[in-house]
């Protein structure tokens, strides 16, 4: 595990399948997206004697990961249509020479008469098969080929075998266990939490500007993913973002396989890019530097959604799951489902999945909760790190008001569209239709004068996208669904989420924030991956990933034995990149006042403030308040890095004062700050008090 792969922690249940495996026994597991399933096959393929043998379903997926296996020293492989018979054949020669740990190949071809004899010709340590939900009809890829896999336990019965899905339904599951003959495997089924991706849902009200104010706010140089329903949307968005100045690659399926190709080559192989996608882009893609997957169009269903937005922060660092979705897209979805030729009772298995996500998108609780509730996982407390945690929506008993809208749809026998009934409530008469119909009769006519015109279509909005309503395909009109019954009785109470209110409110991006010399630092050793894996033909993070750059950055290993400690380090990378990433870490030294002991934080505030010498611009800079601040300097002056005099702005005798009253009210015994200060008068705050007694501690 450290050896070649450079971690020190199991993650999940990683050791315990690599234990069973090794052991010879088979396996089934279930681990979210990014949560490292990799591993649980190729460390017992390097461990056994003999070949591992991968089932992987795409090219990409094949080339990627042998890549990075090459680049940790593993001898790794694949077989598949891009390289010729002679290549073909030196793989084979290395197979049969026993020189070759993993083996990468496509379903097809390993089922293929020919490769079946050639297996039998050398030893093969285990079979992985990876995203063996394909296998599954119910699955969302489902791959016929897979179907044929169950030869393998009959060839082979005393091979151990290995399945992997990210996919956690329990039909699934059934499935890839009878389909695949696995009724012996142990099944290793993980969290589906991903902690570090933070979940944020919004209604979409000013279209791309607001997915702009996204990724500008929060993401300005890094990589992302957006995803669109449509192909005109993806062309569209990736227009508008380059207008913006990003670099924004078009994927869908109507653009050539090398127009795809190249951008998806780009999007690894590169920093800071931007795809705009329709959902036909992403599986097995292992980059584990996105940092925010944005959805702007409303996926399918919540299984779309969690594998979409797991493919943000494979490497574990904060990043960001955004959604801005339109009651339209619900419309829409809608519509495909009813037009699609699916059997009546699989589309109403549709509709569901569809509601359970529309509901998620209205959640005003913790949307981990909800998501994990969906995978039948339970997760005791509000995660606090989802918008709902960070800044709870306003809720608004709007019972009386969604009995208005929807008599208003009642009265007028569900003819008319939005906008006609809101012109009813709010009793406009423009309409010629109003006194023809006398509809000025009617009592719902003008009562909603207490709330205006957005304020209503907002209501009716949700709705719609809670199913309360439905919208009529043709023409426009709004229709009551069975669910409205129950609020027009007054037997269910309906909650509006105020969106305009939580928005305000937007959250700061979880950004690394670095001091002035740690960034020159990581912009350096960033500068020397993306070098190198130039001149190799390699996207950067194989070289290193970005959890990997930080820590160089904060531990600033200068010898080769501390160089080792920091994660993502084996010995084949320590011997390849140890030494020149060593040397820019020795070209970029901090200046001697801040290779302290110091917390990094304090270290953070102490440069800014020996950049900008005001504590409130460094208040202001970091974002932090002037409490703090005073908190973090005064640890610089207890150990003598700054002068209490620069920070506090004071003279000599204020200070001589303070010290006189401090030892006075005994703050030298108890260390009580309060009496000081009331002794004071309250004449300095608290934070001054602080750094000027920092050094008598
Ligand atoms: N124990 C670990 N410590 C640190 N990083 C790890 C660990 N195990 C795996 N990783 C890293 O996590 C990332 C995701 O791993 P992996 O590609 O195996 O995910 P996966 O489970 O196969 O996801 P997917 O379902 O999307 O294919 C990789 O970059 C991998 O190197
Ligand atoms: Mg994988
Ligand atoms: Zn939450």
Redesign the pocket.
Known sequence: ?KDV?G?????HQ?EQIVDTLVKGQDALVL?????????CYQIPAIARPGVGVVVSPLIALMQDQVN?LNQLGVKAAYINSTLSAREIEQVKQQALDDELDLLYLSPERLVGEEMQGFLQRIKVALFAI??AHCVSQWGHDFRKEYQNLSMLHEQFPEVPRIA?T?TADQRVRKEIVKQLQLDDAEIFISSFDRPNITYAIEEQESGKQQLWRFINDNHPNDAGIVYCLSRRKVESVAEFLSGKGRKALPYHAGLSNKIRERNQHQFLMEDGIIIVATIAFGM?I?K?DVRFVAHFSMPKNIESYYQET??AG???QPSNAWMAYNYQDVVMQRQFIRDSDAADEHKEVLHNKLDSLVDLCEQLECRRQTLLRYFDEVLEEPCGNCDNCLNPPEKIDASKEAQMAMSAIYRTEQKFGIMYLIDLLLGNDNDERVSKLKHDQLNVFGIGKDHVKTWWRRLYRQLISQGYIDVDPEHGSLLLTDKAKPILKGDESFYLRDVVKAKNKSKKAEEIDLGRHDTVLWNALKKLRTDLATDQGVPPYVIF?DASLLEMVRKRPVEGEKFMYI??VGEYKLAKYGDVFIQVIKDNPLPKKLDNRLEDEVNVTLDHFLEHKSVETVAEVLDLNLNTVYMHLSKAIAVGLVDKKDVTGLQDEDIDYIIQMAEMTGYLEDKKMKPVFDALDGMYDYGTLRCVLAELE
Not at 31 to 39: I, R, V, Y
């Open positions: 595990m792969f971690y020190d922690q199991y993650r990683q681990m979210p997206t990014g949560g490292g399933k990799s591993l990075a990876d995203e992997l990210a097995g292992d584990p797991g493919r494979r490497d574990g990933s994660s993502g």
